[in-house]
């Protein structure tokens, strides 16, 4: 064998194979992003609606079982909403009691409905640095607030959006367990005062005589 040309062999087409596959093998691939802020659109949480703005009220936003839209002034199951955001900063109120959604008519007026509409009950959620939200309908623009009532001769146009302040879902007060009775003191007279021995079931031969 003529080791010579076998030395000055060009070499064959299996070494750029291997070297491309090898090059391949070494590019990085990108991670699939897995940010909590891309499940933005399926965050879901309960809070209530508290407002206090120049309206003149403080009050917490409820939807009622007959659809209207009133402001309480104690929280209650009623005031219980459950937000959705549809979008990152559009989301859909729901009462959680009434299982109705917040909407609002073109006229401002709100009101609560059993049906999902988008174009009237999603709203535009903006973040305030004072930690109050204001909520504006996506379709109208019109500020989500709770009627006057007490300042009829102020005209809508000429008030502000209201302010609401979300207050978590605090769960409901447990009752008192019924027929529980209040301890009574001790006995400091009594030999057992903390009444830790039990009663005496009988009576000790010693203390006969």
Request: charged share 20%.
């Amino acid at each position: 064998m003529d080791w010579g040309r076998a030395k000055c062999r060009p070499p064959g087409l299996w070494v750029p194979a291997l070297a491309a596959l090898l090059l391949g093998a070494c590019q990085a691939h990108p991670i699939p992003d897995s940010s909590p802020l891309l499940q933005f659109g399926d965050q879901v949480r309960q809070q209530h609606l508290y407002t206090d703005d120049a309206q003149e009220t403080e009050a917490h936003l409820e939807i009622r079982a007959d659809g209207t839209v009133v402001g309480a002034a104690r929280r209650s199951p009623e005031s219980l909403l459950q937000m959705k955001a549809l979008q990152p900063g559009i989301i859909q109120i729901l009462g959680v009691q009434t299982s109705r959604f917040l909407c609002q008519r073109p006229d401002g007026t709100l009101y609560g409905s059993l049906h999902f509409d988008r174009e009237a009950c999603s709203f535009r959620e903006l973040l305030r640095e004072d930690g109050y939200n204001v909520y504006l309908s996506e379709a109208l623009g019109l500020p989500l607030r709770l009627a006057a009532g007490s300042s009829p001769r102020r005209a809508p146009a000429s008030r502000g959006p209201a302010r609401f302040l979300p207050l978590p879902g605090l769960p409901p007060d447990l009752p008192e367990p019924p027929g529980l009775l209040a301890a009574a003191p001790p006995d400091v007279d009594s030999p057992d005062p903390l009444s830790m021995v039990g009663p005496v079931l009988g009576q000790s031969p010693s203390y006969t005589s």
